[in-house]
C-alpha cells in the first residue's frame, strides 16, 4: 500500500530553499514514508518528545553530512503532513523551535479539516423533496448541490 503525502506552504517554502543535493536527499527519505507509511523504522523517522501530539515524528536526513530534519504527522484521513524542515546543525535550540512551529502548524491543518468535514456535511444533505417526478429536482447533474 502507497501511502499519501500532502505538506503545508511552510514546507515548501522551506523545501525552495534547499540546493538540488539536499532535495534528492530528502525525496528519498519521504518516498520510504509514501511506502512504509507509520511503519517506517529508525533511523529513517523517530518520534518528538515535547509536541503536543504523540504522533508528531520527524524524518532523519542526512546531506553531505549534515543533518536535516522534517517534522510530520499523520492526520485523521491516514495522511502524512509534511509540516517544516530545518537544518539542525550546531542549532542548540533547534527542537525547542521546531517542535512549536510543528504543533502549530498541525493544529492549523486539523482545524482546516474539521472547517472541511462541516462543510461536507452542510452541503452533502440531500433536500427532502416532495412530488412524484422523476426528474432530477436540482436540473441537472444529480449533485443535489453539493460543492466542487
Do not use: C
Not at 519521504?30 to 533511523?43: A, Q, Y
Not at 546543525?89 to 517542535?99: D, T
Not at 462541516?118 to 452533502?124: G, I, N, P
Not at 444533505?125 to 417526478?133: D, H
Amino acid at each position: 500500500m502507497a501511502w499519501e503525502v500532502e505538506f503545508t506552504d511552510e514546507f515548501a517554502q522551506w523545501w525552495d530553499t534547499l540546493t538540488a543535493d539536499e532535495q534528492a536527499d530528502a525525496t528519498y527519505y519521504v518516498r520510504e514514508l509514501e511506502k512504509r507509511g507509520p511503519e517506517l523504522p529508525f533511523p529513517y523517522s523517530s518520534g518528538i518528545k515535547g509536541s503536543q501530539y504523540g504522533s508528531m515524528r520527524e524524518l532523519r536526513v542526512q546531506s553531505g553530512g549534515k543533518p536535516i530534519r522534517i517534522f510530520y504527522a499523520f492526520d485523521s484521513r491516514r495522511i502524512a503532513i509534511l509540516l517544516i524542515g530545518g537544518r539542525k546543525g550546531g542549532n542548540q535550540r533547534f527542537y525547542e523551535h521546531f517542535v512549536r512551529a510543528a504543533d502549530r502548524l498541525f493544529d492549523r491543518h486539523l482545524a482546516a479539516l474539521r472547517t472541511e468535514h462541516e462543510k461536507e456535511r452542510t452541503y452533502d444533505r440531500t433536500p427532502s423533496v416532495r412530488g412524484t417526478s422523476s426528474e432530477d429536482p436540482t436540473g441537472g447533474d444529480g449533485s443535489r448541490g453539493r460543492k466542487k
